[in-house]
Nanobody, 125 residues
């Protein structure tokens, strides 16, 4: 079993920045991929970004390309999401996700094995 704990959410004005963190604990894996998703009220959960084991393999939703950056620290079992130039439409609960035994993961939620509890991000206009 893997536990994921997100932090870093909050309230920010449009144009501002936030950095989300997601720390994994529990079982250890020789390799794993991680991702970020978000869900706004009344909407489906949507893919935001993913990062592979090597950290050089990243994938972003078109809506966040150029504004968000995903990174990871394998020694700390932590993935980060740096969010810049935030917009009101970025308001959502952000979830991190963990795919065990994978070098890479993509945008489909069912690729992931474990999920965090979510952290709220609110962007005011």
């Amino acid at each position: 079993q893997v536990q994921l704990v997100e932090s870093g959410g909050g309230l920010v004005q449009a144009g501002g920045s936030l950095r989300l963190s997601c720390a994994a604990s529990g079982r250890t894996f020789s390799r794993y991929a991680m991702g970020w998703f978000r869900q706004a009220p009344g909407k489906e959960r949507e893919f935001v970004a993913a990062i592979g084991w090597s950290a050089f393999s990243t994938n972003y939703a078109d809506s966040v390309k150029g504004r968000f950056t995903i990174s990871r620290d394998n020694a700390k079992l932590t993935v980060y999401l740096q969010m810049n130039s935030l917009r009101p439409e970025d308001t959502a609960v952000y979830y991190c996700a963990f795919r065990q035994g994978a070098y890479y993961s993509g945008p489909a939620p069912d690729e992931y094995d474990y999920w965090g509890q979510g952290t709220q991000v609110t962007v005011s206009s």
